[in-house]
């Protein structure tokens, strides 16, 4: 219910230092500041099981937690219940509120109390989300269950990529993060696509299977991140929440390459999402059909899967600044192809962005998480959540009055103009002339 995609678009320390290095890698944070102690000593009575856990439990709970059954029919299943599209709007602004609220304070909890226990939390919202859905007698009933839902995605948003590169980090083979990562993204979004169709073949026979299910799903979810082991990571004197999030904007604040890198990239998702969710619009307005409608959604998604599938060998450190122009201009191409009224152009250009895309958000996550110590990796990395909620609050709206006055090219040429305007600003920062380079320890991503 609400959201936008698996990971992204969603989506992902120490105290003020340089901003981005010349070839825009975030230099890295042994010890973040003084408020930060290091990892502490194995303990030898521990044995193998420190030594080489496996990853494989976060993995399932990853792709149980990409179930999607009620993902495409709760709109219509709301409005069987006589809900009005005004009522539903209202919904869909209430789960965005979620992430507003919550993004910093548990990216804070999963970075001071375990990435495992935040995992858990988000599974079980989930399943109180689906459960209050199927008792949707009021909208006073919805509103609540689509901010648990928001409140699901932020509790998971920070702490999946912050336990997985945490847990390479711990085995020294952070080199490999871009490709695993991708390759979960790929698999994500495959599951994403499958369990939405499947959630409307259950919707024909009784809307009650999906939402009933999907309560199992996070409660199996919330099993399966409760028995995950929290790998070592270095940990800030001071875990309270409040002095998390405080040290967290300290960095932020303190490395505008940094600040501009996750304006830019939460901009760029928002534009993405404006894009996918108004296709079903601008689509129907070129003559397809609904069922049409959700072939071309289901390509772009297996397009996504596929870039992200790639993005390690097509990508790299010293390609990321490429590909940040190539997934922006490819990414506005797609608005203004959707505003052209070119119904092949829309599409093609619709796809391609897709494909960009998939292939953009490993080597973002690359680069984010190369950069950051452990103790506040999830809260920083849920600013970007913040930022996109935040953002997405007030542009799905304005980008609809807009395109209902001056037409979609008009609305997508704005949001187009505003990406391009933080690219710029990022590149200036991160890429900029006398930016002296820190040669630190980092990972490997080629």
């Given at each position: 219910?609400?959201?936008?995609?698996?990971?992204?678009?969603?989506?992902?320390?120490?105290?003020?230092?340089?901003?981005?290095?010349?070839?825009?890698?975030?230099?890295?944070?042994?010890?973040a500041?003084?408020?930060?102690?290091?990892?502490?000593?194995?303990?030898p009575?521990?044995?193998?099981?420190?030594?080489?856990?496996?990853?494989?439990?976060?993995?399932?709970?990853?792709?149980?937690?990409?179930?999607?059954?009620?993902?495409?029919?709760?709109?219509?299943?709301?409005?069987?219940?006589?809900?009005?599209?005004?009522?539903?709007?209202?919904?869909?602004?209430?789960?965005?509120?979620?992430?507003?609220?919550?993004?910093?304070?548990?990216?804070?909890?999963?970075?001071?109390?375990?990435?495992?226990?935040?995992?858990?939390?988000?599974?079980?919202?989930?399943?109180?989300?689906?459960?209050?859905?199927?008792?949707?007698?009021?909208?006073?009933?919805?509103?609540?269950?689509?901010?648990?839902?928001g409140?699901?995605?932020?509790?998971?948003?920070?702490?999946?990529q912050?336990?997985?590169?945490?847990?390479?980090?711990?085995?020294?083979?952070?080199?490999?993060?871009?490709?695993?990562?991708?390759?979960?993204?790929?698999?994500?979004?495959?599951?994403?696509?499958?369990?939405?169709?499947?959630?409307?073949?259950?919707?024909?026979?009784?809307?009650?299977?999906?939402?009933?299910?999907?309560?199992?799903?996070?409660?199996?979810?919330?099993?399966?991140a409760?028995?995950?082991?929290?790998?070592?990571r270095?940990?800030?004197?001071?875990?309270?929440?409040?002095?998390t999030?405080?040290?967290?904007?300290?960095?932020?604040?303190?490395?505008?390459?940094?600040?501009?890198?996750l304006?830019?990239?939460a901009?760029?998702?928002?534009?993405?999402?404006?894009?996918?969710?108004?296709?079903?619009?601008?689509?129907?307005?070129?003559?397809?059909?609904?069922?049409?409608?959700?072939?071309?959604?289901?390509?772009?998604?297996?397009?996504?899967?596929?870039?992200?599938?790639?993005?390690h060998?097509?990508?790299?450190?010293?390609?990321?600044?490429?590909?940040?122009?190539?997934?922006?201009?490819?990414?506005?191409g797609?608005?203004?192809?959707?505003?052209?009224?070119?119904?092949?152009?829309?599409?093609?250009?619709?796809?391609?962005?897709?494909?960009?895309?998939?292939v953009?958000?490993?080597?973002?996550?690359?680069?984010?998480?190369?950069?950051?110590?452990?103790?506040?990796?999830?809260?920083?990395?849920?600013?970007?959540?913040?930022?996109?909620?935040?953002?997405?609050?007030?542009?799905?709206?304005?980008t609809?009055?807009?395109?209902?006055?001056?037409?979609?090219?008009?609305?997508?040429?704005?949001?187009?103009?505003?990406?391009?305007?933080?690219?710029?600003?990022?590149?200036?920062?991160?890429?900029?002339?006398?930016?002296?380079?820190?040669?630190?320890?980092?990972?490997?991503?080629?």
């Open positions: 219910m609400g959201g936008d995609g698996p990971i992204r678009r969603a989506t992902e320390d120490g105290l003020a230092g340089p901003a981005l290095d010349g070839t825009g890698s975030l230099p890295p944070q042994p010890g500041g003084p408020d930060l102690v290091g990892r502490r000593a194995p303990d009575t521990e044995g193998a099981e420190r030594e080489a856990p496996s990853l494989a439990r976060f993995y399932a709970h990853q792709l149980v937690s990409e179930v999607a059954l009620t993902g495409g029919i709760w709109i219509l299943y709301l409005q069987s219940r006589g809900f009005s599209l005004t009522e539903i709007g209202i919904a869909e602004a209430c789960f965005h509120l979620a992430p507003v609220t919550l993004e910093l304070p548990t990216g804070s909890l999963a970075d001071a109390s375990g990435r495992k226990w935040s995992l858990a939390i988000g599974s079980l919202l989930v399943a109180g989300s689906a459960a209050l859905m199927l008792a949707a007698s009021s909208l006073w009933v919805v509103l609540p269950a689509m901010y648990l839902s409140a699901s995605y932020a509790f998971r948003s920070g702490a999946q912050a336990f997985l590169y945490d847990a390479l980090a711990e085995r020294e083979k952070t080199g490999g993060f871009s490709r695993l990562f991708g390759r979960l993204l790929s698999t994500s979004y495959l599951v994403v696509a499958a369990t939405t169709w499947l959630g409307a073949v259950l919707a024909d026979v009784d809307f009650a299977w999906p939402f009933a299910l999907m309560v199992g799903v996070g409660l199996a979810g919330a099993w399966l409760a028995g995950l082991r929290e790998p070592e270095e940990r800030a004197d001071q875990t309270t929440l409040v002095a999030i405080a040290a967290a904007l300290r960095i932020v604040r303190g490395r505008p390459g940094l600040a501009a890198l304006a830019f990239s901009g760029l998702w928002t534009l993405l999402a404006l894009v996918g969710l108004y296709a079903q619009a601008v689509l129907a307005e070129l003559g397809l059909s609904t069922s049409a409608i959700g072939l071309v959604i289901g390509a772009t998604l297996v397009c996504t899967a596929l870039g992200s599938w790639f993005a060998g097509l990508g790299g450190d010293r390609r990321f600044r490429g590909w940040s122009v190539a997934v922006s201009a490819a990414i506005v797609a608005g203004l192809g959707l505003g052209s009224g070119a119904l092949v152009l829309a599409v093609g250009l619709y796809l391609v962005a897709e494909f960009a895309a998939g953009y958000e490993p080597l973002l996550a690359t680069r984010l998480n190369a950069g950051l110590g452990g103790a506040q990796r999830a809260t920083i990395l849920s600013v970007q959540g913040f930022l996109f909620s935040l953002t997405m609050i007030w542009a799905f709206p304005l609809g009055w807009v395109a209902e006055r001056g037409g979609w090219l008009i609305a997508y040429a704005g949001a187009g103009i505003v990406v391009a305007s933080l690219l710029v600003l990022w590149l200036r920062l991160g890429f900029g002339p006398g930016k002296s380079e820190v040669r630190g320890r980092k990972a490997r991503v080629e």
